[in-house]
Each structure stands twice: as structure tokens, then as C-alpha cells.
T-cell receptor
Framework: AQSVAQPEDQVNVAEGNPLTVKCTYSVSGNPYLFWYVQYPNRGLQFLLKYITGDNLVKGSYGFEAEFNKSQTSFHLKKPSALVSDSALYFCAVRDSDRGSTLGRLYFGRGTQLTVWP | DGGITQSPKYLFRKEGQNVTLSCEQNLNHDAMYWYRQDPGQGLRLIYYSQIVNDFQKGDIAEGYSVSREKKESFPLTVTSAQKNPTAFYLC?????????????FGPGTRLTVL
């Protein structure tokens, strides 16, 4: 079964400090991994994805994520947090070896990031 | 949110009523999805569709119905059989490229049962 765990419901960080939002996954084959961000009462915005290749993926708004196959992790990072980064972050996974069916994603429960001034 | 519209933004329903949530996309995407979001539970898949006139149940399809008569439209009906429909509903779409497709989301509809 495919699944995603976001072990922290909430992450608090001071503006200017680095931030990390954790994600671990479980798939039977090779994973495709995604990060999305959601602002209050809005839809999800795509940040970045890992398909193959370089383990460090760069995305929108200065975010990056590191794929670690041995630890089955895909943590989201940013070197210097902004107050405007405060939002709900979702990690998602799908199995690349699932054959046909489409872009069926499995989402974590989300991590609320708060950046305080 | 660009390219995918959902309406209405807020919807109130009395118990026993069916309501239909609209989702339209102008991205020429093949696949469309409906998710339900409840606080602390992440996103749960209700229905998805790869092509016109075809759709599959997701994890929580009971009490919901969909249609896909046009590529750009994927309306969701919340029926009176859905026991706890108050939630935030999100529609998404993606190009059906095996494996590498990215889902893009609409702005959502918040449904409240009175």
C-alpha cells in the first residue's frame, strides 16, 4: 500500500531561520513525490516534485526538497524562512510502477508551518 | 489556482438535499479529480476520471456521484446519502502523462450542512 506520513502537525520557526518540514513515504516501487502548499480557504499550490535524477529538487518560492531513498524521506527545506511562508504543507506520493492508472496521489495529513517575526 | 474554477465558493445545504459542485478547467487536461478535506485528515479522494465518459471511485465515494460528459467539466453531486458532507471540496486536474503528471488544484468549495 502507498502512504505518506508527516510526523509533525505543526512546525514553528523564526523568520530568517532555516525551516524543515518532514515527510516519509511508503510505496512498493519507485516513488514520485510532491509537495504542495495551501493558504487558508484556498486550493493547493504545487511547489515541487521528484521524479528521478538529482536527489535535491528545487521548487517555487525558494523551497527545495531532498529525496533520500534509504530513509524513504522527502523533507521540504528552505534556507531562510519568511512570515509569508506560514501555511499548511502537504506531501504526496504515487508509485511510478503502478502501470496505467493515472496520477492517483496519496497525501499526508499536512503540517502547519508558522513563521514568527 | 489558474485554469481551474470551482463554484460556488461557499455552499449551504439543508439536510436531505442534493447539491452539485461545479469544476471546470481550461488547461486541456485529461484527468480530473475530486477530493474532500477535513481538518487534520489531509485530502481524501472521492472520484477521479481519466477520460470523458469514464470515472472511478476513490476511497470515500459513498454518498457522492459524478459525471464526465465533457473534457473540461467534472461536476460532483453530494447526495442526501452522504452522512457528514460538511467539508472543503477540492477539484484537481492533470495531463495524463504516465507517471510524471502534476495535479493542479482549483480554489475549492466549502460546503456546510445546516
Amino acid at each position: 500500500a502507498q502512504s505518506v506520513a508527516q510526523p509533525e502537525d505543526q512546525v514553528n520557526v523564526a523568520e530568517g531561520n532555516p525551516l524543515t518540514v518532514k515527510c516519509t513515504y511508503s510505496v512498493s516501487g519507485n516513488p514520485y513525490l510532491f509537495w504542495y502548499v495551501q493558504y487558508p480557504n484556498r486550493g493547493l499550490q504545487f511547489l515541487l516534485k521528484y521524479i528521478t535524477g538529482d536527489n535535491l529538487v528545487k521548487g517555487s518560492y525558494g523551497f527545495e526538497a531532498e529525496f533520500n531513498k534509504s530513509q524513504t524521506s522527502f523533507h521540504l527545506k528552505k534556507p531562510s524562512a519568511l512570515v509569508s511562508d506560514s501555511a499548511l504543507y502537504f506531501c504526496a506520493v504515487r508509485d511510478s510502477d503502478r502501470g496505467s492508472t493515472l496520477g492517483r496521489l496519496y497525501f499526508g495529513r499536512g503540517t502547519q508551518l508558522t513563521v514568527w517575526p | 489556482d489558474g485554469g481551474i474554477t470551482q463554484s460556488p465558493k461557499y455552499l449551504f445545504r439543508k439536510e436531505g438535499q442534493n447539491v452539485t459542485l461545479s469544476c471546470e478547467q481550461n488547461l486541456n487536461h485529461d484527468a480530473m479529480y475530486w477530493y474532500r478535506q477535513d481538518p487534520g485528515q489531509g485530502l481524501r479522494l472521492i472520484y477521479y476520471s481519466q477520460i470523458v465518459n469514464d470515472f472511478q471511485k476513490g476511497d470515500i465515494a459513498e454518498g457522492y456521484s459524478v459525471s464526465r460528459e465533457k473534457k473540461e467539466s467534472f461536476p460532483l453531486t453530494v447526495t442526501s446519502a452522504q452522512k457528514n458532507p460538511t467539508a472543503f471540496y477540492l477539484c484537481a486536474s492533470s495531463i495524463f502523462i504516465r507517471g510524471a503528471d502534476t495535479q493542479y488544484f482549483g480554489p475549492g468549495t466549502r460546503l456546510t450542512v445546516l
